[in-house]
């Protein structure tokens, strides 16, 4: 890493992998609850623990599907990342 250079790019990096890895299961989580809302304002069913249960197994099966794929990219971005820190101190 160069200087403060380095370190901005690889802030925008790592705000670009949190963007990634919580952009999925947040949009599932925001698809079904806005079913569920759906679902809850035409049959007039307001329960809480009907709105909660589907979000969760939504939020599970999409981190059981993606899983090794966001566990890859974060591993991906550690030895980049790492890398980069031991280039910049001179180490071989």
Known sequence: MDGDGGVMS?????L????????L???AMLAV???????QAVTQVQEPTLAF???LV??????LLS??????????YAEALLGRI???GGMP
């Open 67 to 76: 899983g090794p794929a966001i566990g890859g990219a974060m591993s991906a």
């Open 86 to 88: 031991v280039s910049a």
């Open 10 to 14: 690889a802030t925008v990096e790592a």
């Open 25 to 27: 299961p947040l949009m």
């Open 58 to 63: 939504a939020m599970a099966l999409v981190l």
């Open 53 to 55: 249960l589907p979000k």
């Open 16 to 23: 670009w992998l949190a963007l990634r890895v919580a952009g």
């Open 33 to 39: 609850g806005l079913v569920v809302s759906v679902l």
